[in-house]
């Protein structure tokens, strides 16, 4: 059974930092490419950056330079460090796996930036 578990959401002002985990198990994690996946309310989701087996980062635009993800494969997590958010980050974010064709999903982690 695929279990991907984030945590580290929550409230934060703006200009303020979180990092978001993602635990997964069930899967042969060092062959996925990770990703951070967000969905404001009335909004698509987002895709906000990934990191594939071989460490190669793709990061969305409006995110660039304020966001870091990372994983560590002895420990099967995936991390999202996201400095100088702005009230335009708030939104549930989505831990994704991915191989080939299969994909999977966690249950997501709600992040607010608010004053």
């Known amino acids: 059974q695929v279990q991907l578990v984030e945590s580290g959401g929550g409230l934060v002002q703006p200009g303020g930092s979180l990092r978001l985990s993602c635990a997964a198990s069930?899967?042969?994690?060092?062959?996925?490419?990770m990703g951070w996946y967000r969905q404001a309310p009335g909004k698509e989701r987002e895709l906000v950056a990934s990191i594939t087996p071989f460490l190669s980062t793709n990061y969305a635009d409006s995110v660039k330079g304020r966001f870091t993800t990372s994983r560590d494969n002895a420990k099967d997590t995936v991390y999202l460090q996201m400095n100088s958010l702005k009230t335009e980050d708030t939104a549930v974010y989505y831990c994704n796996a991915q191989r080939g064709v299969s994909a999977h999903w966690g249950q997501g982690t709600q992040v607010t930036v608010s004053s």
């Open positions: 069930g899967i042969i994690f060092n062959l996925n490419t």
